[in-house]
């Protein structure tokens, strides 16, 4: 391992090379300082240029840090990821046509990482069938690109995506602890994400492996099973002593695992629409049960299971590598506090994939006709799905929140009663979706059971039909619901209301 300067770090990354950044979103083990210098260098000495740059989670603020930083004309020829969404200024680039963009599911670029190291062709899975990623639809095709990286194929009589393997040239991770001889450790970082995958991936491509970290330490003198990148495969190493844990924490010692967080002293989330919809999906949990929750108003159910003193029978994950205690929600989603471990996150979508989840709460921008759902194209700015169709395509049941309407909804909670103060003039609700994140027929034959969560009304995918179960008291179902939708869904022959415990002060007095 070789000690450098970062602006030397970034000057080994040669034309035209591959190069795969880890880390996660809101700067999650992001080295982010190798961000910040080669848009410098790139500035200043017009290289490195005509990279295809991969991240596994996208990498920003929804601003102007992080991959956003990198959307300088020349730099890239070719980006993959799973979410452009939070980094704006590239999105611009990619929708002007200046760069060719594959958007992937963030399971299929993480288990990717595996197949790359173990010199596999690709990654075969059942993901993303039917959807926007099948080569049928869009191939996950973004801006000027135009190669396909995805095929269907056929083994042993079922369908599978094929997404093809790709040599990396450069890998750049982060942890916190570096030692002399170069073992990389962790300690103080929110997630693992997959930067032991990442590193044997380069490694084994020929290509070079660049680590990020806090301090030096001397040789042999981290603890051997601290060390998530052995020494081994670090060729680079720079250091960044103010590196921070996230974008907007500098260290929390419950997101690193080290202290516990106590159940007392946590201020209650408002009561607004977003509680009342994440509470009305925490009904659909029951006790044990292994769960994910996904970006936005899913965020705010282990809050309120925090809230409710329920936290603790269940098992929340994240798939950033979070199992088990309180994901965090807003910006720094992904991490976590009083879980009970820490996996790279390649093993997570293993878990997702095979099944292991028992129930998952997941947003939702449109829903159609047949229990399509659309999480990732809704407007003129690009997105992505993240890990959303790894999670979603084997967890037995789950729960798509969102609010009714959109663009100026406006809604209060009093006396325990919804009120509609203003309707939102976009449907969510519509004919066919944009592009297809989750497949509401390979829901069917695989038996899923599915709702779509609402403030006002609850609908279930029944025998491929979506079907009005519940709607809240005082709420007209001609007036309220039907009239704002763009199809006509059934309507239960025991429709119910709406459990009036999600729109009272106080805890619901849940107890499993």
Excluded at 103 to 109: A, D, N, R, T
Excluded at 180 to 185: A, I, K, R, S
């Amino acid at each position: 391992m070789r000690l450098m300067s970062v602006e030397e770090a970034v000057r080994q990354v040669a034309d035209g090379a591959t190069l795969i950044i880890g880390g996660s979103g809101a700067g999650h083990a992001v080295p982010q300082l190798f961000i910040d210098t080669l848009a410098e260098v790139y500035e200043q000495d017009g290289r490195p240029r005509d990279l295809t740059t991969v991240r596994v989670v996208g990498i920003g603020d929804f601003a102007d840090r992080g991959f956003s930083q990198l959307a300088l004309p020349g730099l890239m020829k070719r980006t993959i990821g799973s979410n452009i969404g939070n980094e704006p200024r590239l999105g611009q680039l990619v929708e002007s046509g200046q760069i060719e963009a594959y958007s992937f599911p963030q399971g299929v670029l993480s288990l990717l990482c595996r197949e790359i190291a173990a010199g596999r062709p690709g990654l075969v899975t059942s993901v993303g069938l039917h959807t926007y990623v099948d080569p049928r639809q869009t191939g996950g095709k973004q801006g000027a690109a135009s190669e396909d990286l995805v095929e269907l194929v056929e083994l042993n009589g079922q369908e599978w995506l094929f997404f093809k393997a790709f040599p990396i040239d450069v890998a750049v991770i982060r942890g916190s602890t570096i030692d002399e001889d170069g073992n990389l450790t962790m300690e103080d970082e929110a997630i693992r994400g997959e930067m032991l995958a990442m590193a044997m991936a380069a490694h084994n491509s020929g290509g070079i492996v660049i680590a990020q970290a806090k301090r030096l330490a001397q040789a042999k003198s981290v603890r051997p099973r601290d060390v998530v990148v052995p020494g081994a495969l670090i060729d680079i190493a720079y250091l960044d002593p103010d590196q921070t844990q996230t974008y907007y924490t500098d260290f929390s010692p419950y997101y690193a695992g080290a202290m516990r967080r106590p159940a007392t002293g946590g201020t209650p989330l408002p009561l607004d629409v977003r509680k009342a919809i994440a509470r009305r999906a925490l009904l659909e949990f029951r006790p044990g049960d292994i769960c994910n929750l996904g970006f936005g108003i899913s965020q705010s159910i282990g809050a309120i299971a925090w809230e409710e003193g329920i936290d603790d029978r269940l098992v929340l994950t994240v798939e950033q590598g979070i199992f088990g205690g309180v994901p965090v929600g807003g910006m720094e989603g992904g991490a976590g506090f009083n879980y009970q471990a820490v996996i790279d996150q390649p093993y997570m979508f293993d878990f997702y994939e095979g099944g292991g989840l028992d129930i998952a709460s997941l947003s939702f921008a449109q829903v159609d006709r047949v229990g399509n759902v659309n999480v990732h194209r809704f407007d003129d700015r690009l997105r992505g799905p993240g890990g959303f169709p790894n999670i979603s395509a084997h967890t037995p049941r789950i729960c798509y929140v969102g609010t009714f309407t959109t663009g100026g909804l406006r809604v209060a909670i009093e006396d325990g009663r919804l009120q509609i103060i203003e309707e939102g003039m976009v449907s969510k609700f519509v004919e066919d979706v944009t592009e297809i994140s989750f497949s509401g027929r390979m829901a069917t034959e695989r038996g899923q059971q599915v709702k779509y969560i609402t403030e006002r009304a609850v609908f279930d995918l029944i025998d491929g039909v979506v079907t009005l179960t519940e709607m809240a008291e005082g709420i007209d179902a001609e007036k309220d619901v039907l009239a704002h939708m763009g199809f006509e869904p059934a309507v239960a022959d025991d429709l119910t209301t709406l459990d009036p415990r999600v729109f009272a002060d106080g805890p619901m007095g849940l107890s499993f």
